[in-house]
């Protein structure tokens, strides 16, 4: 019993192995092998075009993966030989499919919406609840990003930081064991950046939720993250903890990004 017990908490809730992906023959990712323990916060980093948000992608099945297997908290997310991957049929798909959420760069609000059916309207087409449960999580999440009083306006009639709060709600809404997060900074103005790390840390220690943040904001990773990837032509090249990589970087690209002697 003791020894079931360990196993499962050494589970992996994120099981990437020998990934390929290219897009019009040209190669992104080729054979990826990433795990990421529950509720680690991981922080994507390196040059444009190095393949973060590919990841994040394929992880949401926006993109398909070409070789390897992709697997949740154990669960296989492709079927078919390594090499000729096909995603499992979508009824098969969806539950582990729900335990995923992202959070968009631009945030992905229904511009005709109000800021609670933004958060009630995915639980009820999802099935997850009825119109009241859904409208009283809405409320309830929208209390705990602090946008309470904002129930009932339009997206538009918010500023970029309550936006992103409101998107962070929503996905929350669904609540996912994984949450993925696309720059969640780069649209918001410098003195809201720590609002959104509050935010963050906050729902980590209330939900233990995983979280894999693609983010070229130097600073907020290494406050955000237990551990910080950085990728370089697909490719892992650095992966620590943020005083590690930040102070002592092994590779000399990662050096080289940061600005540090190579
Ligand atoms: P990053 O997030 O590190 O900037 P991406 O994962 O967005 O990098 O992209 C990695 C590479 O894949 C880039 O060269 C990009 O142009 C290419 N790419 C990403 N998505 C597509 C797509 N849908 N079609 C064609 N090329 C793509």
Redesign the pocket.
């Known amino acids: 019993m003791i020894i079931m017990e360990q196993i499962a908490a050494s589970r992996p809730m994120i099981q990437i192995s020998d990934v390929s992906?290219a897009?019009?023959g040209?190669s992104?990712l080729d054979g990826l092998n990433l795990e990421i323990p529950i509720g680690q916060k991981v922080a994507?980093l390196?040059?444009?075009?190095?393949?973060?948000?590919?990841?994040?992608?394929l992880l949401m099945t926006l993109?398909t993966i070409d070789a390897g297997q992709v697997r949740i908290e154990g669960v296989p997310m492709y079927e078919g030989a390594p090499d000729t991957r096909r995603l499992l049929p979508e009824g098969q798909l969806r539950a582990v499919r729900s335990r995923i959420g992202m959070v968009f760069q631009h945030f992905g609000l229904f511009p005709h919406l109000n800021v609670l059916n933004n958060i009630a309207l995915p639980q009820i087409l999802n099935g997850q609840a009825g119109k009241t449960e859904a409208e009283n999580r809405a409320h309830e999440l929208l209390q705990m990003v602090g946008l309470g009083e904002k129930a009932y306006l339009l997206p538009d009639q918010l500023s970029g930081g309550q936006k992103q709060r409101v998107a962070i709600a929503r996905a929350l809404a669904l609540q996912p064991d994984i949450l993925l997060f696309?720059e969640p900074t780069s649209a918001l103005d410098p003195q809201r950046v720590s609002e959104v790390l509050d935010l963050l840390n906050m729902i980590c220690r209330k939900t233990g939720t995983t979280m894999l943040l693609?983010t070229h904001e130097m600073e907020f990773a290494r406050q955000f993250a237990d551990r910080i990837l950085f990728?370089d032509h697909?490719q892992i090249v650095e992966d620590g903890a943020p005083d590690v990589v930040f102070t002592n970087p092994k590779d000399n690209r990662t050096r080289a990004f940061l600005g540090l002697p190579v």
């Open positions: 992906k897009f019009n040209i992104v994507l390196g040059p444009s075009g190095s393949g973060k948000t590919t990841i994040l992608r993109e696309d693609v990728f697909g």
